[in-house]
């Protein structure tokens, strides 16, 4: 790939995927009025919608070990981004409301979506480790995601409130086929065989299972990630306890993208000699920022609040991306880092999963504040627990270093 080129190849395939995020809050109210799902119902759908998230190693797989037309990215981009487009045209064309055929399709859509992530992290790796920019590289995608939010936040919201489901959904058919296109960009000469490439995959891939350090890695980005007030449970929080306006909702996704982005600009800034301390901070600093959550209960300290964990969240999760990144063998970039994404994925899935069904219980018993505040407490003591792995994977480096 022509060096001018990647720092488009990645600002394109991340622009395409956040504005995907103009179907989020449609989705979360199509779930919840057009399919009346309750809160606990509605989780468990999101859990089995983002299954595709949570087994990216398996389409690590394909790309890494099984390329097609003599390259390992570029084929497989365009067959997914294909595929996600059609699974949302075909949750446009259905004409009633249907939970099992709406759970197919959007099962479907986030097949595509993953393969397509895990293709575009699989170079992300490559290039990285071959420069040394595996951290400035993510900056550059995690910074366009957020700086989509700015436009899908109070899209999606305007959305919800104004345009139909259908019409939604076809507008977000749209930009997978920008990814599709953006593999004309990639240049893959020298791939080997089948059987060489897999066996240079499965070498780096058995490797990293003999490696404690990436189990320490893994196990603290699951216990960091792990946070039941966010998702489900904060939507209902908002749209019911708080009855925040789908406007507001989605102005509060805006100005995340806004500070979503300085925080991937600061990121940059603050790694320049490495991202160990930035990771520390992840849990001495995330920790008590997430006891604010104690005073999410208004309009402006939501606002503040939504500012703050924009900016210091990316800066942090850049931080366990970073290093996992760099623990990330040749062979098997995508599928590696697939596994540390999904770590992420199954922790959201499943502290979103816990959050949705004891909001739903906590809330009728205890009120729904008290219910956010114990889904707060339970995440703050997540992240603590993270420390001991982190200190053993950074001794790790050191030793090794």
């Known amino acids: 790939m022509k060096r001018d080129k990647i720092y488009l190849f990645f600002a394109v395939n991340y622009f395409a995927q956040g504005m995907g995020g103009l179907a989020y809050e449609p989705v979360s109210y199509y779930l919840k009025d057009a399919l009346q799902l309750g809160s606990g119902q509605a989780a468990l759908f999101v ?17 890494d070990f099984l390329p097609w037309a003599g390259k390992r990215r570029a084929p497989h981009l365009i067959a997914v981004s294909l595929l996600t487009s059609v699974g949302w045209l075909l949750l446009a064309g259905l004409k009633e409301p249907n939970y099992l055929a709406a ?12 393969l397509s992530d895990v293709v575009c ?27 989509t939010l700015i436009v899908t936040g109070f899209g999606g919201g305007w959305l919800s409130q104004h345009a139909p489901y259908r019409w939604v959904f076809i507008l977000t ?21 089948v059987k060489e490439t897999a066996a240079r995959g499965w070498s780096g891939l058995t490797g990293m299972f003999r490696d404690p350090k990436a189990w320490a890695v893994a196990l603290g980005i699951f216990l960091w990630s792990f946070c039941p007030f966010l998702g489900t449970a904060q939507f209902y929080y908002q749209s019911e306890a708080l009855k ?13 993208g806004f500070a979503g982005l300085a925080g991937a600009a600061l990121f940059g800034r603050l790694t320049a000699g490495g991202t160990e301390k930035v990771a520390r ?31 210091t969240g990316v800066v942090f999760r850049l931080a366990w991306m970073d290093l996992a990144a760099k623990s990330c063998p040749e062979g098997a970039e995508a599928t590696v880092f ?56 950074l001794r790790n480096d050191a030793a090794r270093a």
């Not at 959550?293 to 309009?299: D, E, H, S, T």
Request: contains cysteine.
């Open 121 to 147: 992290d699989g170079v992300m790796v490559e290039r990285g480790k071959e420069r040394g920019k595996t951290g400035i590289y993510q900056a550059v995608s995690i910074g366009t995601l957020y700086g």
């Open 173 to 193: 058919a749209v930009f997978p086929l920008m990814t599709a296109w953006s593999a004309r960009w990639l240049d893959e000469s020298g791939v080997g065989d």
């Open 338 to 393: 697939a596994a540390y994404m999904a770590v992420f994925n199954i922790a959201a899935s499943a502290s979103n999963t816990l959050g949705g069904r004891l909001y739903e219980s906590l809330s009728a018993s205890h009120g729904a504040y008290a219910a956010m505040v114990i889904l707060s407490l339970v995440g703050t003591a997540g992240t603590l627990a993270a420390w001991p792995c982190l200190r053993f994977a």
């Open 281 to 311: 901070a992840s849990i001495w600093l995330g920790a008590p920022l997430t006891l604010l959550y104690l005073f999410y209960r208004g309009p402006l300290s939501i606002l503040i609040l939504t500012l703050l964990f924009s900016l």
């Open 103 to 114: 759970l197919t399709l959007l099962i479907l859509v986030n097949v595509g979506f993953v």
């Open 244 to 256: 925040l306006s789908p406007i507001f909702i989605g102005g509060l996704s805006t100005a995340g």
């Open 47 to 63: 859990a089995w919608m983002t299954l595709p998230l949570t087994i990216k190693p398996l389409f690590g797989v394909l790309t």
